[in-house]
């Protein structure tokens, strides 16, 4: 347990369905950030929030929208996506204090997208 | 090149010393981390090293850094089936604080 969860752990949607992926850090961290990993690809980093602001949007499809309504709660909302989103999408969180950039890492939602 | 680059697959006998290797492209990066991927989990960190050291032991885990070659190293002595996984290599980009680069990871089989 690395005190990031997220939900659901497994999901399969059609390419019309609207779907959320849920977050939650119990750490009392300040960032946090949602990636993709493929299965040929590095992880791709998507999203970064910062105390509750989008610092980061390394150019991701509008069907990928997040949502950071507190510090402790991440959203990736999923509009009409296709194939190729199918991943593993990871949600983490760290304390932005100094220069370590430790991340802790929630157990993934793997995505098939039909 | 752009990318954080470690080799894909590394296969050893259970008890030998495993190496794992990275090379990085920031050189402003103040730390580098190791991260441990089980099979359905996420990345767990495993240990990091600040850019100011040349070598950080930990238990089995030996980090060695090369701030010159931008070649960092992760050493498990006595590999175990248990340290099966997939290892990756993350670096800071731009001094960033959050933005980690991770390379593609190391499949690392351990055969008893």
């Known amino acids: 347990e690395t005190g990031v969860t997220q939900t659901p752990r497994h999901l399969v949607m059609g390419m019309t369905n609207k779907k959320s992926l849920k977050c939650e850090q119990h750490?009392?961290?300040?960032?946090m950030y949602w990636y993709k990993q493929s299965a040929k690809k590095p992880l791709e980093l998507m999203f970064v929030?910062?105390?509750?602001?989008?610092?980061e949007n390394n150019s991701v499809p509008s069907r990928f929208s997040p949502e950071c309504p507190n510090s402790s709660h991440l959203f990736l909302h999923l509009h009409t996506l296709q194939p190729e989103d199918s991943a593993l999408y990871l949600c983490?969180?760290?304390?932005?204090?100094?220069?370590?950039?430790?991340?802790?890492f929630g157990p993934g939602t793997r995505l098939t997208v039909l | 090149g752009e990318d954080v680059e470690q080799s894909l697959f590394l296969s050893v006998r259970e008890g030998d010393s495993s190496v794992i290797n990275c090379t990085y492209t920031?050189?402003?990066?103040?730390?580098l981390y190791w991260y441990k991927q089980e099979p359905g989990a996420g990345l767990q960190l495993l240990t990091y090293?600040?850019?100011?050291?040349d070598m950080k032991q930990d238990q089995r885990l030996t980090v060695l850094l090369n701030k010159k070659d931008k070649h960092l190293s992760l050493r498990i002595a006595d590999t175990q089936t248990g340290d099966s996984a997939i290892y990756f290599c993350?670096?800071?980009?731009?001094?960033?604080?959050?933005?980690?680069?991770f390379g593609k990871g190391t499949k690392l089989s351990v055969k008893p």
């Open positions: 983490a969180s760290s304390q932005l204090s100094g220069s370590n950039s430790e991340q802790f």
């Open positions: 750490l009392g961290h300040n960032a």
């Open positions: 929030y910062s105390l509750e602001e989008r610092v």
């Open positions: 920031d050189s402003s990066s103040t730390y």
């Open positions: 090293i600040f850019s100011n050291m």
């Open positions: 993350a670096e800071t980009r731009g001094g960033s604080q959050g933005n980690l680069i």
